[in-house]
């Protein structure tokens, strides 16, 4: 890991105030997922398949998107309060209209509709919620070990060691420790190609 990184002190906001405080973690900055993959990871790749159903709507413009991720931190709940994002357009560059996905405990974020029906089984989409169930599609990962901050999508993100980014550089990014446990199954490395 290199030393003369930018070190950002963040809030984490706990999800039980009256049994634990806030505090304030350092995190390493980057200037990438691909980065993250290449200097702040360990282990061997996980193979992994999101099997939790999630929620997905239309997004419009001018829609707060509450994209503050859960994390596990010395083995308590917390949330980032103040990250959120603002809908600035209902579609992407390449004119796929914008979704917004809502995990099981609450965390959302954008992508656009061709991602959402590549990874999710999904029906009409329109501005109200409908369940969208995960097909199943196998992606690796790497474990990274370090807190780490890098702005994705916009946003800046922050992810505790031991959470997960994607390992294929072609579509990188990070995932939150407990967003990965509560919402991707490991699967064998022998299994990784049959369920694409």
């Given at each position: 890991?290199?030393?003369?990184?930018?070190?950002v002190?963040k809030?984490?906001y706990?999800?039980?105030?009256?049994?634990?405080?806030?505090?304030e973690?350092?995190?390493?900055?980057?200037s990438?997922?691909v980065?993250i993959?290449e200097?702040?990871?360990?282990?061997?790749?996980?193979?992994?398949?999101?099997?939790?159903?999630?929620?997905a709507?239309?997004?419009?413009v001018g829609?707060?998107?509450?994209?503050?991720?859960?994390?596990?931190?010395?083995g308590?709940?917390?949330?980032?309060?103040?990250?959120?994002r603002?809908?600035?357009s209902?579609?992407?560059k390449?004119g796929s209209r914008?979704?917004?996905?809502?995990?099981?405990?609450?965390?959302?974020y954008?992508?656009?509709?061709?991602k959402?029906?590549?990874?999710?089984?999904v029906?009409?989409?329109s501005y109200?919620?409908?369940?969208?169930?995960p097909k199943?599609?196998?992606?690796a990962?790497?474990?990274?070990?370090?807190?780490?901050?890098?702005n994705?999508w916009?946003?800046?993100?922050?992810?505790?060691?031991g959470g997960?980014?994607?390992?294929?550089?072609?579509?990188?990014?990070p995932i939150t420790n407990?967003?990965?446990?509560k919402?991707?199954?490991?699967?064998?490395?022998k299994?990784?190609d049959?369920n694409?």
């Open positions: 890991m290199e030393t003369s990184r930018k070190i002190k809030t984490l706990s999800v039980d105030p009256s049994q634990y405080p806030d505090i973690v350092e995190f390493e900055e980057f990438s997922p980065e993959l200097k702040a990871t360990e282990g061997p790749v996980v193979y992994a398949k999101k099997t939790v159903p999630v929620k709507r239309y997004a419009k829609e707060v998107v509450d994209t503050r991720p859960r994390v596990i931190y010395e308590r709940a917390y949330t980032f309060s103040e990250v959120t603002v809908v600035d209902e579609v992407n390449d914008m979704v917004i996905i809502t995990n099981p405990d609450g965390e959302e954008l992508q656009p509709e061709t959402t029906r590549a990874k999710y089984d029906g009409d989409l109200t919620p409908t369940t969208a169930v199943g599609n196998v992606v990962f790497k474990r990274i070990n370090a807190n780490v901050c890098v994705v916009g946003d800046p993100w922050f992810v505790t060691a997960c980014v994607t390992a294929d550089p072609q579509d990188c990014y407990a967003a990965f446990e919402t991707y199954a490991p699967v064998s490395t299994s990784k049959s694409k």
